[in-house]
């Protein structure tokens, strides 16, 4: 395939080295709004764009790609508020196609399943507290992180009772998102269900960038000759 990147910083050169030893070509990248008065002709001929920007411009790059026809996978999160909206856009579009995921580990979205399950069952036993920590490098934008809140959707999904998340806030109805800013952590989250006589937790730890980078190039492998939406639960079949 020949592929564009949106946004080339570190996840951007590691997606690049991944889809490089996949077979596949990077083709443009657009880092800049003049990179995209520049290169929208290169866009125009690849196959699948990734986008791993900003918060900021992440829902404008997607909207692009929409209009000149070209698939687009996002891993950038910080803008799910506009999602529902987003997803709608795409599936009035007869030639759209939109992959998101907050995260592309095949690890995390495994985790997410086992979250989903944890939750139901713990949903009978009140008498624990639950609680979600995660840990990323100081670079990162966004808090809570967008793999945290798919965590924290799929608790509120299955406890009676947990109506939303909050940050640094432990509330009854709410579940607790803290978030941990430390060094190159490549990131780190833990899911933990507390009582007064004992604590469990089910954690995923990445140990380095590759793991995201090789599930979005699978992501956007997927994606070809697609069109509407989907997530990694397709990808996966979970």
């Not at 990147?5 to 050169?13: A, D, E, N, S, V």
């Not at 596949?24 to 986008?51: F, G, N, P, Y």
């Not at 599936?91 to 995390?108: E, K, P, T, W, Y």
Request: glycine content about 6%; hydrophobic content about 40%.
């Amino acid at each position: 395939m020949e592929i564009a990147l949106l946004g080339y910083g570190r996840m951007g050169k590691e997606i690049a080295s991944v889809a490089e030893e996949r077979g596949h070509e990077i083709t443009t990248t657009i880092d800049s709004a003049d990179d995209w008065m520049e290169k929208i002709d290169e866009l125009r001929q690849c196959d699948v764009a990734i986008d791993f920007s900003t918060p900021d411009t992440a829902v404008d790059n997607i909207m692009k790609c929409f209009n000149i026809g070209i698939p687009v996978v996002v891993g950038t999160t910080g803008w799910y508020e506009q999602l529902d909206s987003v997803i709608h856009d795409c599936r009035q579009r007869d030639d759209a196609a939109l992959f998101v995921a907050s995260n592309f580990s095949i690890g995390v979205n495994i985790l997410f399943d086992i979250n989903r399950r944890l939750a139901s069952v713990m949903n009978r036993h009140p008498e624990y507290r639950v609680q979600i920590d995660e840990t990323h490098h100081i670079h990162k934008l966004d808090a809570p992180s967008g793999t945290a809140i798919t965590l924290a959707e799929g608790i509120i999904d299955n406890i009676d009772g947990k109506e939303t998340w909050k940050l640094n806030i432990d509330e009854s109805d709410s579940v607790n998102i803290v978030a941990h800013r430390e060094g190159e952590v490549s990131g780190i989250h833990q899911v933990t269900y507390q009582s007064d006589i004992d604590v469990l937790s089910i954690r995923h730890e990445a140990k380095s960038r590759k793991g995201f980078a090789l599930g979005a190039v699978i992501a956007a492998e997927f994606l070809q000759d697609k069109r509407g939406y989907y997530t990694m639960d397709d990808l996966l079949n979970l």
